[in-house]
């Protein structure tokens, strides 16, 4: 480790001798094993490896970066002349900076090498119950690997981090088949940090694989209206993402985000409560240390509806003069509710459950417009039947204000941890 440890501290002197004022190194080695399944076999059993140095050089408040595949000194001296030059081409910009000092430290989780017969054993099983359980679906790919991951970072203020992880992901891309009759395709993953527990149990894969085989069959909507949306845990990020990324640093910097002078008002029904929980036992697939070189820390995003922090880097904080994120964002929790699932439908007079949305980046605020897929219509409070693609529209910041319901029941997918929720005013258009 020592030894590795010493590449980026080469790759950090090799900068403060091109000219750094400010400088930050990082090396990164990945060793993954990776077993692939292609319509229902084992197909191909690989082991990858990468290795990547990151540079970092700030000077005279400009900024330049590369990254390059090869660790020997004179590949690091030559990639650092290159980070000098990039600098010195670049503008200047007072808030480039780099992490300040923090005590060195090392963290680690999950295991240090793969248990290759259970991941063979574990996807055996999970063609096997799949057959027998839904015989007309179709894996149409899979993938189990276990990826281990080992980081150095580096920077000229003292800060100095490993980070060593090693974690299993899963992902699942399938349909279903009945004659000529097909359904439309599906994908889900997780991360797992053991192979304790049978792969058709992790995440939502058994609900999703279910569902498939209802959607061979599925029938138009006809006509127009505008509902109830019920979330799944699986299209839940789509809402999630649009609230993250409109407090993130493009549009702080920029100044579109409509939640720019939102800190500590109402975002989001009393319902909704959202964290960032990358060092919380429950997610697996977590981290430690922040892109630009801070221990990172768990926080509370949205509590009971009201925002309570951005998430902004150490440039983002810098530009705009607001606090610095505890984290890069990521590893969602979202707080359970006080509402069955079951009950949840109940409440629906018209709605859809949207199971997938396809559909492009929302405006500024919020608006969207998209397909809803592998979805399906409630009516009188009850789930009738799988939907063909329709159209949906509405906006995601109104969504957030009208939720309506979040479920007890959530779905640990190892990275997050996220439930049903139930939100009106979702215009869904058909024939």
Same mark, same amino acid.
């Given at each position: 480790m020592d030894n590795l440890r010493e590449i980026a501290r080469d790759g950090l002197n090799e900068l403060l001798k091109a000219g750094a004022g400010k400088a930050a190194c990082s090396l990164t080695l990945i060793d993954k094993q990776e077993l692939n399944v292609d319509l229902g076999e084992p197909s191909l059993l690989r082991t990858i490896f990468d290795a990547s140095v990151n540079l970092v050089a700030i000077k005279d408040q400009k900024k330049g970066s590369t990254a390059v595949n090869r660790t020997d000194r004179s590949a690091l001296r030559q990639a650092a002349a290159d980070v000098l030059a990039i600098a010195t081409a670049a503008a200047p910009d007072e808030a480039h900076d780099i992490a300040e000092a923090q005590p060195p430290a090392e963290f680690s989780s999950g295991g240090s090498r793969p248990d290759l017969d259970k991941m063979y054993s574990r996807m055996k099983e999970l063609l096997r119950e799949v057959g027998a359980r839904y015989p007309r679906v179709v894996i149409r790919q899979a993938i189990l690997d276990f990826t281990r991951t080992k980081k150095y970072f580096l920077n000229s203020n003292g800060v100095d981090f490993v980070t060593s992880k090693g974690i299993y992901r899963c992902l699942v891309f399938f349909c /279903? @088949?009945?004659g000529e009759r097909i359904s439309s395709f599906n994908i889900t993953g997780f991360s797992l940090k053991d192979l304790e527990q049978e792969l058709l149990d992790?995440? /939502? #894969? +058994? $609900? =999703? =694989? @279910? *569902? /498939? %085989?209802? *959607?061979? $069959? %599925?029938?138009? =909507? *006809?006509?127009? &209206? $505008?509902?109830?949306?019920i979330i799944t845990p699986d299209c #839940?990020? +789509? =809402?999630?993402?649009? #609230? $993250?990324?409109?407090? /993130?640093?493009?549009? &702080?910097i920029s100044g579109t985000s409509i939640y720019r002078d939102k800190l500590n008002r109402q975002v989001a029904a009393p319902l909704f409560s959202l964290h960032s929980r990358p060092l919380d036992n429950e997610i697996c697939d977590g981290y430690f240390v922040t892109a630009d070189g801070y221990a990172a820390r768990n926080s509370t995003i949205v509590e009971k509806g009201v925002l309570k922090s951005f998430l902004l880097s150490l440039y983002g904080s810098r530009k705009t003069g607001r606090p610095r994120a505890a984290n890069d964002g990521g590893a969602y929790v979202v707080d359970p509710g006080e509402t069955d699932f079951s009950d949840m439908v109940r409440s629906v007079e018209k709605g859809i459950l949207l199971a997938r949305f396809s559909g492009g980046e929302p405006s500024e605020n919020g608006d969207f417009a998209g397909v809803a897929k592998n979805s399906y219509l409630i009516e009188g409070g009850e789930i009738k039947y799988p939907l063909s693609e329709s159209m949906i529209s509405g906006n995601f910041a109104e969504l957030l204000m009208n939720i309506t319901a979040v479920s007890r029941e959530r779905i640990n997918f190892g990275n997050a941890i996220l439930p049903w929720i139930s939100a009106s005013g979702v215009t869904v258009s058909g024939k």
């Open positions: /279903s @088949r009945e992790c995440g /939502s #894969l +058994d $609900t =999703l =694989l @279910r *569902q /498939s %085989t209802e *959607q061979i $069959t %599925t029938h138009p =909507l *006809q006509g127009k &209206f $505008t509902g109830e949306v #839940l990020e +789509d =809402l999630i993402g649009f #609230l $993250t990324g409109a407090i /993130s640093d493009g549009p &702080f």
